[in-house]
């Protein structure tokens, strides 16, 4: 298991202070702050390694971590990064240190807003514990009747979304507010206009964009690792890359804590018991005439799956063990059997034939008492 930031190695020697913006393989871009009193630095950025004694006790560096720098070189804009500062937050998926809120991106119209997998997206952001703020874009290829309808289903559900459309300027300046001075995660699947908004918000960004595919009507991946970008306003924007798919992957008692409709109804009456998981057991307060609860009970039975497929996994005797894919997603295969593979140890084998040879000896001195005695039996 890797150490935590607290268990970074302290300085002996001043350093600089600095927010790592990108990672790519072992190189970290790092934006140096200064204070009033400071003369600004010679450069704003520097391209960072990481100390060997960082790797050493398993630190990792992340996108939104604040770290320092040691040994600048201002002429090769380089430098070392030699301490990770301790994390207010930290998300796995994608890997943000010190995020805020997340900003979830889904488009209205081109691709159509798909209700279940909103709810995937909705429930994987609630379980970061971060502020969550929904988006829509393309307001203006459906009508204001489509977007009223929107909302009030949305509010149902527990969240105010917030209309923009990149394309036609509308909704950006009621935005940014939402944005000032906070690592805001953007997020969402592909082709709903993540790049071509955070381009707008931010010129200097210039982030590719590809267009939805007529074939199957969803966004290509356009973005392909996490990086942080300066909003004017004051802020940092963390672009992550985009998927289809999230996959829940939490205990099947914390998937409830996810729908703020269930937790509305928790508020006013508590379940007889405390394990419960709201799908008809006796004294169960939540109700079961809301519009998601069959998506509840569908990610309910998606997380128990993954929750017993890990028991299994765990148990040394099971046919097949649990493994994570490059996409995230849970797998089975077939456990080998070790035992049968096992090399026999030179000790074991050594064993076996002092007890061979035991044995043998034994028999040996049985054959020859048996041929005395048959020898005595023709002698009387």
């Known amino acids: 298991m890797a150490s935590s930031a607290a268990d970074s190695p302290k300085l002996t020697s001043p350093a600089l202070l600095g927010t790592v913006v990108a990672v790519q393989a072992n190189y970290y871009l790092v934006q140096l702050q200064t204070t009033t009193e400071q003369a600004p630095y010679p450069v704003g950025e520097l391209l960072c390694t990481r100390r060997a004694r960082l790797k050493k006790v ?19 804009q380089r430098g070392a990064i030699a301490a990770v500062h301790p994390r207010s937050t930290q998300l796995d998926r ?3 240190a010190n995020a805020n809120q997340i900003l979830l991106v889904f488009a209205i119209a081109e691709p159509g807003l798909d209700c279940h997998q909103l709810t995937r997206f909705l429930v994987k952001a609630e379980l970061t514990g971060l502020t969550i703020c929904l988006c829509l874009n393309k307001c203006d290829l459906v009508t204001a009747t489509a977007q009223t ?16 459309s990149v394309q036609a300027n509308l909704g950006l300046e009621a935005l940014k507010p939402r944005l000032q001075d906070r690592i805001t995660v953007v997020s969402g699947p592909s082709g709903v206009g993540k790049s071509s908004l955070i381009n707008t918000l931010i010129p200097a960004a210039q982030l590719r964009v590809n267009a939805v595919s007529g074939k199957l009507g969803r966004g290509r991946h356009t973005t392909r690792h996490v990086e942080l970008f300066d909003l004017p306003q004051g802020g940092l924007l ?27 109804q928790l508020a006013e009456h508590r ?29 309910l039975e998606e997380c128990e799956t993954q929750a017993q497929a890990a028991h299994d996994s765990a148990t040394p005797d099971a046919a097949f063990k649990l493994k994570i894919a490059d996409d995230g997603q849970v797998q089975q295969e077939p456990r080998l059997q070790a035992k049968k593979y096992r090399r026999v140890s030179r000790r074991s084998r050594k064993q076996s034939l002092e007890d061979l040879r035991y044995e043998l000896d034994g028999n040996l001195d049985q054959l020859d008492a048996w041929e005395d005695m048959d ?6």
């Open 375 to 380: 020898a005595f039996s023709e002698y009387e």
């Open 94 to 96: 994608p890997p943000v």
């Open 58 to 76: 398993g630190q990792q560096v992340m996108v939104g971590d604040r770290v320092a720098v040691e040994e600048p070189d201002w002429a090769g």
């Open 238 to 264: 963390a672009d992550t890359p985009g998927f289809n798919q999230p996959d829940i992957g939490c205990a099947p008692t914390t998937l409830a804590t996810c729908f703020p409709e269930i937790r509305a």
């Open 271 to 299: 379940c007889q018991f405390a394990d419960c998981l709201h799908r008809g057991e006796p004294g169960c307060a939540v109700a079961q005439d809301w519009e998601r609860y069959t998506d509840y009970r569908q990610l």
């Open 149 to 164: 309808e929107w909302q009030q289903r949305l509010i149902q559900w527990g969240y105010q979304p917030q209309f923009i």
